[in-house]
Each structure stands twice: as structure tokens, then as C-alpha cells.
């Protein structure tokens, strides 16, 4: 594994602002499967096949199968040393953003507090129709899936391929990328918009650009530190070097 650049060490002890950005990547070690990983698959079918309305429309049942599957997974699963590792790093730092694509709510369960969740929660329901929230639970085995009192169908409160993002999230999350002096992109593939815009955005702007995953991604030929391992390993060794 690579050691971390003093420079960037250097460069975050300066920095007041910080931002983050985090994918799939960083709850792999949790045992959560990526979206475009070997273990991305589920039943043969991709996220993109899945993670639709059109998807929704034509087989609310099966949306719901893997929604809940999901769910199911996420519910049994803990927080890895990255996410705590970013929790120490917030507590770093006056001004830090972690924005997240993932719906797994782990980072709030590690403890971090300024959170911008962009692509919803999946223990959340919504109605498709009249986006109020709903409470109650979704089982499919009854046969019928719930509906909201206008009768609109019941949905995960997550978004989907084609769907816009929270407006309040996705605008803040803007700023704080324009606004970072390091900017880290941690565990994502970086190829889903508008959240892989986020870490070219904090660039333009000036931010150092480090980059935490497993593979190359296309920011990696961007990023002023690429780091090739686990969030899981390198972020610890981020925070006790600062701490040092
Ligand atoms: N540490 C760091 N990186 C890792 C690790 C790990 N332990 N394990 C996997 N990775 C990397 C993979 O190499 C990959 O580049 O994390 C990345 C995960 O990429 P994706 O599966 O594409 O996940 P993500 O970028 O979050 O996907 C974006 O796509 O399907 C949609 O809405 C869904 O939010 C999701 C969005």
C-alpha cells in the first residue's frame, strides 16, 4: 500500500475547508456489494436495469424484491474504520462536507454529522405519485404492494437513473466542492452524474484532489493523489498522521 504524501498532509493541516465525496467503495469492507463490482449483479440484473421509474412501472414487485433485499443486507451490516475514520477527520476540521451517493445511512451511523445524502435513504418510503413519506412497512410476499392515500403506488425514497437529485442536497453539495481546499473521492467509480461533476467542480475551483479506491477511475489522471487500496486501510493512516 502507499504511504501518504507529506505534502498532502502538509496541505491538510493548512486546509479550513473540507469536502468529501464517497460511493459504494467505502461500504465494501462493511460487506455492502458495490454497484459495478464483480459482486454488482443481483439476479443477472444491473443497477441501471433496476434503478429506474420505467424499471418501477413495468414490475413494481421485482423493483421491490431488490429494494428490499438490499435493505435486508444494509440492515445487518456496521460501519468499517473508513467511515470512522471520516467522522475523525470531520472532528479535524472547522468546515468539512461529506457528501455521499450511498442510500446505506452508515456514515450517519459512524457518528458523522454534516451529511449531504444525495441520493436518498433506502429505509425510506415515499408515494410515486405524490412524493409524501410512508411509514409503514412494504412486504411483498402479501402479494400487493401498499399504496399512499392519493392511491399512488409505494416507493423506496432513494433516486433513480433519469431522476433529478434532492435540490437543497445537490446545491450544497456544489458550494461545498467550489469551496474546498482538499477535496477527497473516496470508494466511487466516478462515472454517475451529476455527483462525478463534484470532484472536477472542487479542481476548477483550486481544491487538492485525492483520490481513495480500489481501481483507477477517470479522476484518477485528475487528482493531484491518487491512492490504489482499501478507504478502509488508507483513511486511518490519513487521520494518525494528522493526529501526530
Ligand atoms: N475501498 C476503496 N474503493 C473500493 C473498495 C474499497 N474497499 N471496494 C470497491 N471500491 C471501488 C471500486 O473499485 C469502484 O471504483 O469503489 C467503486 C464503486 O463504484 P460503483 O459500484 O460504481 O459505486 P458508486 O460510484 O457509488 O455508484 C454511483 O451509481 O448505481 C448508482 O445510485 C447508484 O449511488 C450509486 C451510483
Not at 19 to 42: H, K, Q
Not at 115 to 129: Q, R, V, Y
Not at 171 to 199: D, M, R, W, Y
Request: charged content about 25%.
Amino acid at each position: 500500500m502507499s504511504a501518504i504524501d507529506n505534502k498532502l498532509i502538509d496541505r491538510l493541516r493548512k486546509a479550513k475547508k473540507v469536502a468529501v465525496l464517497t460511493g459504494a467503495g467505502i461500504s465494501a469492507e462493511s460487506g455492502v456489494p458495490t454497484f459495478r463490482g464483480n459482486d454488482g449483479l443481483w439476479k443477472k440484473f444491473r443497477a441501471e436495469e433496476l434503478a429506474t421509474v420505467d424499471a418501477f412501472m413495468d414490475n413494481p414487485a421485482l423493483v421491490w424484491e431488490w429494494y428490499l433485499f438490499r435493505r435486508d443486507l444494509m440492515s445487518k451490516v456496521e460501519p468499517n474504520p473508513g467511515h470512522y475514520a471520516l467522522v475523525e477527520l470531520e472532528n479535524l476540521f472547522n468546515d468539512f462536507t461529506l457528501i455521499t451517493q450511498n442510500v446505506d445511512g452508515l456514515h450517519r451511523r459512524a457518528g458523522s454529522k454534516n451529511i449531504l445524502e444525495l441520493h436518498g435513504n433506502i429505509t425510506l418510503n415515499k408515494c410515486f405519485d405524490c412524493g409524501k413519506a410512508f411509514e409503514g412497512t412494504v412486504d411483498i410476499s402479501l402479494g400487493e404492494l401498499p399504496k399512499c392515500a392519493c392511491g399512488g403506488k409505494i416507493r423506496p425514497d432513494v433516486v433513480w437513473f433519469g431522476e433529478l437529485l434532492p435540490a437543497a442536497a445537490i446545491n450544497k453539495a456544489f458550494e461545498a466542492s467550489q469551496e474546498a481546499e482538499v477535496f477527497l473521492s473516496i470508494g466511487t467509480s466516478a462515472i454517475v452524474h451529476p455527483a462525478a461533476s463534484l470532484p472536477v467542480e472542487a479542481k476548477r475551483h483550486g481544491a487538492c484532489l485525492v483520490e481513495i479506491n480500489l481501481d483507477p477511475t477517470p479522476l484518477t489522471a485528475l487528482a493531484d493523489y491518487a491512492y490504489q487500496g482499501k478507504s478502509g486501510e488508507i483513511l486511518p493512516q490519513i487521520v494518525e498522521r494528522l493526529k501526530s
